[in-house]
């Protein structure tokens, strides 16, 4: 009874045990899974940690980026870049990528505008020389190809404005300006596209010329200062102005003439000032022509600043105003002249102006009448239709001549006033002999 107790004791430890290491080897295996499970987690969110880490996220777009430009989709390379720079907008890489990428499809200025808004927002050097060579490249471009503009100095303002000791781009400025402004250069009108055109280019050109003189103002020095002077004093035979801009180029003128000597810009500068005086001396005989009541204008021709300027054509000694017999007045049109080393002015004549400004003619032949020099004056009115035809011409003459006086011919100095109306067909004439006087007469023919 004993023995049977005994092994019901043994057989009973012995299934408890059983049970309990088979309890232990469930527990261990729970937790080698559990463990397993935990690194398993780790790993995986350190991969994904990893894969969402901005450097990763930006190098795996540029590498789809390489990979569109390599079968030259150029586009999908540009998308990918922008994404890019959406994860970090100071990726470099991103924005030379990027610029690769346009100028690959040859859109330079949106090379250019990606490089500058990336060196503006990283300020990293490498981007401002790509931007930099970029456009010194596109300017060699229009130089070679005979395409040279104001934009292609434009290019080279902006070069220095970022670099001034950018050696490169002085020999590009001297190419600029032999093909625009240099002895050789034929574009007259480079600066004033004439009256069939709204389009100025004088805006465009003094905006650089400022902006050359606000680098010289940070960063002074004798080359840049050569540049400007040399920039600002064209050497066309001919450079057409618009009259409005001539306030503006004197200003410009006298500014650059007071950082520098250079007595080639000083005589130009003088010549400008002169055309301004001439227009402010005109400007009221322009009132008076306008308003359509002459009689004033006896009061002007024969003023001393008028008869002054009559004198110095006819007699030879006017300086900087080119001119002879007819001298044109014109408050549109004017044009800078080159020749021999000096500078003159003129104003455009009623034809060069395309019939759409008014115009007014000194008489400078010497004409005498018993030893008496005629005064003389014309006014030319602008055409409404932009046509030559009907073209009036009013003639103004002040001259010692016979009047007829209770029948009988006195000389006496007198006032003529002459209208002719010229059509395709002929030309119809009204004279007015001693105009405003007490024997005034007239006569059509």
């Known amino acids: 009874m004993e023995e049977k107790e005994l092994r019901r004791v043994r057989e009973r430890n012995e299934a408890r045990a059983k049970r309990k290491k088979k309890r232990k080897r469930i527990v261990m295996i729970e937790k080698i899974v559990f463990s397993v499970f935990c690194v398993a987690v780790i790993v995986v969110a350190g991969v994904l940690i990893y894969r969402l880490l901005p450097g990763v996220q930006v190098a795996r777009q540029l590498k789809e980026a390489n990979a569109y430009i390599e079968t ?86 902006s070069v220095l404005e970022k670099d001034a000791a950018n050696q490169d781009v002085y020999t590009l400025l001297d190419a600029c300006y032999d093909r625009l402004l240099g002895e050789d250069s034929e ?57 409005k801009h001539l306030d503006d180029y004197a200003g410009l003128l006298s500014r650059i003439v007071e950082i520098g000597d250079n007595a080639e810009l000083q005589q130009l500068s003088t010549c400008v000032q002169k055309a301004q005086e001439a227009q402010q001396l005109f400007a009221g005989a322009f009132e008076i022509f306008r308003s359509g009541s002459f009689e004033p204008i006896k009061e002007f021709m024969n003023s001393e600043e008028y008869l002054a300027i009559r004198d110095a054509f006819m007699n030879g000694t006017m300086e ?43 008489w400078t032949a010497k004409q005498e009448d018993a030893g008496v020099q005629r005064i ?39 006032y003529r006033f002459e209208t002719r109306v010229e059509n395709p067909e002929g030309t119809v004439t009204e004279l007015i002999g001693d105009w405003g006087g007490e024997h005034e007469w007239t006569t059509e023919f």
Not at 387 to 392: G, V
Not at 402 to 409: F, R, S
């Open 72 to 157: 030259e989709a150029y586009d999908d390379a540009i998308a990918s870049c922008q994404e890019a720079l959406k994860i970090d907008s100071s990726s470099v890489q991103a924005y030379r990528s990027m610029a690769g990428a346009y100028l690959t499809k040859e859109d330079t200025m949106a090379a250019e505008q990606i490089l500058y808004q990336g060196w503006e927002t990283t300020q990293d050097e490498s981007l401002l020389q790509y931007y930099c060579t970029v456009l010194l490249n596109e300017a060699v471009d229009d130089i070679n190809s005979q395409n040279c503009t104001l934009d292609t100095l434009g290019k080279c303002v």
């Open 320 to 362: 900087y105003w080119k001119g002879a017999t007819y001298i044109p007045v014109n408050c549109d049109q004017m044009k800078i002249l080159y020749a021999d080393g000096s500078y003159q002015f003129a104003f455009a004549d009623f034809k060069e102006c395309g019939n759409k400004s008014d115009v007014i003619n000194i």
């Open 187 to 243: 574009q007259e009108e480079l600066l004033c596209n004439g009256t069939e055109s709204d389009s100025c280019g004088y805006e465009e050109y003094q905006d650089m010329m400022l902006r050359l003189l606000l680098v010289y103002d940070s960063q002074p020095s004798d080359q840049l200062l050569a540049e400007i002077q040399k920039l600002a004093a064209p050497k066309l035979d001919a450079l057409w102005l618009e009259v």
């Open 376 to 414: 003389c004056i014309s006014y030319e009115p602008s055409s409404e239709s932009g046509e030559y035809f009907p073209h009036t011409v009013y003639e103004f003459i002040y001259l010692y001549s016979n009047v007829k006086i209770n029948g009988e011919y006195v000389p006496q100095m007198n």
